[in-house]
């Protein structure tokens, strides 16, 4: 084996790429900067930034944007943990949610599920999972916010469970309920129960002791029966961590803690380094695998364009797939087979730029200046390689886009086509309001933004822009969508088109989505990734 494929082999086995996926609220800034300071954030100065003037992960690139005039890149956070390179990478959320947060999903080769202890199982995380499912992804459980009152630890195995038909097989459990947190037992390790000193957010890390359950049980008395019992009550229902199931998405590892009091975040990062699979060989378009230690393939999952007119670059977000990356090496794009020059190869940590010299698989490049790159995009050096495309997710916001001036149809044509190219909204051509009037699809409204923003700003062309109350699509092939065509829409439903291959029925709701599927079988309509 040559020197170069040896050291990518070895670089890629120590690394971790993972992401946390989340609804609102449940804690992701606050596990992120817990992880950050449990492990050893490698750009540690302005690495994390946050909300309300505290230290957190600045997810919000395009207020910033606005504020500050200059592109902001949060996309991924590097730490070293016992021996090993861990990129996280930022699933936004909030007002961010896009398309872009499902795109980081194909970048990973893991996922945290934050559930807020209280809460359970939320719509955006439902939604994340779902994607994540789909992609093979497997996902490691974190219950946050074991400090406060919430629910009861074995309802919430239950909820997972039933909702999501994947095995919960606890690795860490609590001793006390939410509210009242005594401690941690590692069910590998169940003679013991671990105690934490609580530390301040961003102070130090909690101070950790592991007590003897003889101890235990004298000092927690029925907390610590209560907690044995359960470990013994899932251990007997063959809820046990299995290495296999959890790769193949069959079960998932639980952990429990507090994520501001830093509790129960060593053994999570622990998790991530022992459990979560190293980058692995990855599929080819056209059938095939190209392993870790081929020549250099990446694949571009996210594209962003800055806001400011003074300041029109574009970043486009790379995940190295095989091979050394070295900037300023010349690799080839497999859509066009066009070189493309890595001069301006960024690593992209926190809010800094700083220059990538060289990166491994499963590490995260930020290409400057990358107007020819679009999202799902392989680059390859030597071999050439190709992976699938970015899939389509389902959308759930929809708008009629027409140009403000009549006069400037050439330029809005333009720019929308090359928004829908760039995958920076789904453009839909309805059968009623034809190609004049394109309806946008989105993941999250802020899609719109960007599309208003850019239509101004590059295209010379201000676009008006009239929501449309559909809620849902559902897909289908070109035979699907001729039946469609003989099929009687009625109010509220649409007809529309994403390309040549695939047609979309747009829906007010699931209910009427549902029923129109049962009366017309023959559409064989079927939801996009991480529809309802
Ligand atoms: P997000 O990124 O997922 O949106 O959540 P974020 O970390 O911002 O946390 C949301 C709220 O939940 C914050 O409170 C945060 O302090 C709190 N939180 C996170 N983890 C824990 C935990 O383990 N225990 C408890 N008790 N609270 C937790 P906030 O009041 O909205 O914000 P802040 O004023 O504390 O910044």
Known sequence: MSAGRECAAGEAARRRTFAVISHPDAGKSTLTEALALHARAINEAGAVHGKAGRRGVASDWMEMEKARGISVTSAVLQFAHRGCILNLLDTPGHADFSEDTYRVLAAVDCAIMLVDAAKGLEEQTRKLFDVCRHRGVPVITFVNKW?????????LMDEIQREFSLRPTPVTWPVGPAGYLRGLVDVRDPGHMLRFTRALRGAHEAAEERIRADRAAAEEGGDWDVATEEIELLEADGAVHDQKGFLTGTTTPVFFGAALSNIGVRLLLDAVVDLAPPPGARELAGGGT???????????????????PAHRDRIAFMRVCSGVFERGMTVTRAASGKPFATKYAHSVFGQDRSMADIAYPGDIIGLVNAAALRVGDTLYAERPAAFPPMPTFSPEHFAVARPADIGRTKQFRRGIAQLGEEGVVQVLVSDVRGEQAPVLAAVGPMQFEVV????AGEFACPVLLEPLAYRLARATDAAGGEALNRSRLVRGEALTRLNDKTVLALFPDVWQANSFERAHPDARLAPLIAAH
């Open 147 to 155: 400090d406060r009152p919430g629910r009861d630890a074995l309802e």
């Open 452 to 455: 208003a923003h850019r239509m």
């Open 290 to 308: 190209r392993p870790v230690d081929a020549p250099f393939a990446g694949l571009v999952f996210k594209v962003q364009a800055n806001m400011d």
